[in-house]
């Protein structure tokens, strides 16, 4: 889901023109999956328990904690790799240099090819004007938008439905 965010328009010499353009940004309305709700979610689309979901989730990040602690890469095929970077001060010889010198800077991860693939062609929606603006400001335009939107959504969720059913 995205929002929409003002922005000035620059000229090629780095000059502040009085023009702007909207461009769509990441919006968050709601809060994050957690665990609880994201063990419901894979609980519905596969055969797996919640309960089990969930414990198998805990040890993960667990064995990833551990496994990056010695400094081991964690790829989960079809997701991507977690990685540590190291920092240390600056030494003038390699054996000062010591583990109690260095330490994590960073942890991070790098999404597989194909996983950013699928992840960049799904269809972005955008997040409906009503929720995030107050009434008074609601142009004719964006009530409109927001009305073809909600009109769209349902036909969608209407024709997946008598797919399902036809099956």
């Given at each position: 889901m995205y929002d929409t965010r003002v922005s000035r328009v620059l000229t090629p010499?780095?000059?502040?023109?009085?023009k702007y353009k909207r461009y769509g940004v990441p919006k968050r309305l709601i809060d994050p999956i957690r665990n609880r709700e994201f063990a419901e979610y894979m609980e519905k689309?596969?055969?797996?328990?919640?309960g089990q979901i969930d414990g198998i989730?805990?040890?993960?990040?667990?064995?990833?904690?551990s496994l990056l602690a010695i400094g081991q890469?964690?790829?989960?095929?079809?997701?991507?790799t977690f990685h540590t970077s190291l920092t240390s001060p600056g030494f003038e010889r390699p054996e000062q240099v010591t583990p109690g010198k260095v330490s994590v800077?960073?942890?991070?991860?790098?999404a597989c090819p194909e996983f950013n693939r699928q992840v960049k062609k799904m269809k972005?929606?955008?997040?409906?004007?009503?929720?995030?603006?107050?009434?008074?400001?609601?142009t004719k335009e964006m009530k409109k938008a927001d009305r073809e939107q909600?009109?769209?959504?349902?036909n969608m969720e209407g024709s997946k439905m008598d797919e399902e059913?036809?099956?």
């Open positions: 010499g780095c000059q502040v023109e009085r689309r596969s055969g797996f328990h919640r989730l805990t040890e993960m990040v667990d064995a990833i904690r890469p964690v790829t989960i095929e079809g997701l991507g800077s960073r942890v991070y991860f790098v972005c929606t955008r997040i409906p004007f009503n929720l995030y603006m107050p009434e008074s400001m609601l909600e009109l769209a959504e349902y059913v036809q099956e």
